[in-house]
């Protein structure tokens, strides 16, 4: 695939902006015991400034592995990733130390990224300080400010991680990785821990921040609905592989991957009926130790046909920014 | 029949205020009650509290928690231990940093079982290898060899509900027991919570923020916010005539897929 490819990939034409993450051909492999364990499985995405792009996937299919990958902080098997036109995993030295600030995330766990005995304010006051060398009482007071934006007291400045409530926690670790305008924004399920009026509440602020700022920023959320909400466009993933990607507003009634549907037919309703069978997904979850010659969707698939055995389904434009790699669409 | 009842129950913390404020209710055979509500609002000192599994710093300062006809507020340690795991077992919120980091999975999910049962290693792994694969994981066998930071957030989670559930307890505590999973895997774990009642007759307290699950599986719900249960009644009550102007702003705020989209503007 070209680059001038890939750069249009599944991007919606009013909403195309400027490159700023370029995912190319990227796989993670982790040796598990001599056998080989394909966490990420060759996967290409572009992230425009000022854009959110929604993430969706099975638990376990390797959402988290390319987020780390994206940050920096795991190297990848193969593949290229480039943040304005640099390809920083390659950077050495003061450069690489330079270009960390470019990068933010809230991990998926948000109290292992805390260490126990640093107090909130001083885990809140570190980026600045460090980056921006802001004197103590200055990053301290504008810690404070941070809180608030995220609906907690600023009181809270002076308490330990295991003080506070799973949601307080994750509200922390947004704030941090917002505190010092990073140009790339990684959020790993960054709400789950959240009631969804204080949910909508920080969605609200991730958008209006990622505008304001002209921010990119990668969404990795469980609910569909949510991340429909909130991305410009969402890529749905499956064993390591991206297998559809559209704008948002195509989701619920254009989709065209199998996988999709089952995902947005396993909702459950607010208003649902109690009596009702749960619609689950049939069939054996997937294994990345064992990754078939075809699409690894096909064992639990309705529309599975003999060619789908055959090869492994690449990525097809079908148009209107909507790419989907199943080969019956 | 009641098999927990919460009476007036204040829980604070070393710094003062009640983290859970004069809490009545109570949890029947065989029933499935929800408690839902604002992040920070108690939850977690609440079903904590039940166990006597509270951090260092937290009392029950006013109340009874009464477990077929025991008060566990004033139980001792031994009596507590006995019915941890076996009678009443718990799902932790943070799975992930519950489990021991240095640690493989599989030795941790066996002491956990064999703490309160006593079984042979086979026929040990024969049932945690069942319960893995009730819960989707594939390769059990892999996951069991694993150190916790080899596993994804809700593979982690996944293992946390199969060790709360191998022993078919009583009475099951879970603690945003599906906030790491998908939604095509929340639905497996959903409809093995409500087997394990079905089935089994087991009873569970289950917090949440999934609204959508909560109505699902509950046959009551309680609503919390700031440290009080602001409203408690049937699912029906709840969900479909909420009282409580918290619980429908709640029941507003749910992301639908066709709902409104965040104004970039
Ligand atoms: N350090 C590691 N060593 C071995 N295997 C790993 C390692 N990290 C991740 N894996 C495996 O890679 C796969 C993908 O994991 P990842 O955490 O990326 O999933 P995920 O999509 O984020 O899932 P979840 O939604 O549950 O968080 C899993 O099978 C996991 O067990
Ligand atoms: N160890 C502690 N010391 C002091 N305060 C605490 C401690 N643990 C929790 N708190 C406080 O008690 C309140 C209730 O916390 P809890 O964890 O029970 O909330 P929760 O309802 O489970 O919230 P979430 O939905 O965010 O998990 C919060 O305001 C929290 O900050
Ligand atoms: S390629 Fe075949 S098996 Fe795979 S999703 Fe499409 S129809 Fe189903
Ligand atoms: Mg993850
Ligand atoms: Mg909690």
Partial sequence: ?329 | MNILEIEHCTVCYKNGTPAVSDVTFAVREREIVSIVGESGSGKTTLIRAILGLLPPGGHVTEGKIVFNGMDLVTADDRTLRDIRGRSIAMIFQDVGSSLDPIRRVGIQYREAVCAHEDLTKKSFFTRARDMLARMHLSDPDRVMDAYPFELSGGMKQRVGIAMGMTSAPRLLLADEPTSALDVTIQAQVVSQMKELRDRYGASMILVTHNMGVASYLSDRIGVMKSSRMVEFGTRDDIILRPKDPYTVSLLEAVPKLGGKMYERN
């Fill in chain 1, 1 to 329: 695939m070209s680059g001038t490819e890939l750069d249009r990939k599944g991007s919606d034409k009013d909403q195309e902006g400027e490159t700023l993450l370029c995912v190319e051909h990227v796989s993670k492999v982790f040796p598990v015991k001599k056998r080989r364990l394909t966490a990420v499985d060759d996967v290409s995405l572009t992230l425009y400034k000022g854009e959110m792009l929604g993430v969706v996937g099975e638990s376990g299919c390797g959402k988290s592995t390319l987020a780390k990958i994206i940050a920096g902080s795991l190297k990848a098997t193969s593949g290229r990733v480039t943040l304005n036109g640099i390809e920083y995993p390659k950077l050495k030295g003061t450069a690489a130390k330079n270009h960390r600030r470019n990068i933010q995330m809230v991990f998926q766990d948000p109290l292992s990224s805390f260490s126990p005995r640093m107090k909130i304010g001083t885990y809140l006051s570190e980026p600045r300080r460090n980056y921006d060398h802001l004197p103590r009482s200055e990053a301290w007071r504008e810690a404070g400010a941070l809180l608030e934006q995220v609906g907690l007291p600023a009181s809270f400045l002076d308490r330990f991680p295991h003080e506070l409530s799973g949601g307080q926690l994750q509200r922390v670790a947004i704030a941090r990785a917002i505190a010092i305008d990073p140009p790339l924004l990684i959020c790993d399920e960054a709400t789950g821990a959240l009631d969804v009026s204080i949910q909508d509440q920080i969605a609200a602020l991730l958008v209006r921040l990622i505008k304001e700022r002209n921010i990119g920023c990668l969404f990795i959320g469980h609910d569909p609905a949510l991340v429909r909400s909130i991305s410009n466009r969402v890529a749905v993933m499956y064993l390591g592989r991206v297998v559809e990607l559209m704008p948002s507003r195509l989701l619920e009634k254009e989709h065209r991957h199998p996988y999709t549907g089952a995902l947005l037919d396993s909702i459950f309703d607010v208003y649902c009926d109690q009596s009702a069978e749960i619609r689950l997904l049939e069939g054996e979850p997937p294994s990345p130790l064992r990754l078939q010659s075809g699409c690894a969707f096909a064992p639990r698939c309705p529309q599975c046909t003999e060619r789908c055995r055959r090869t492994v389904p690449e990525l097809k434009d079908i148009g209107g920014g909507h790419f989907v790699a199943c080969v019956e669409t």
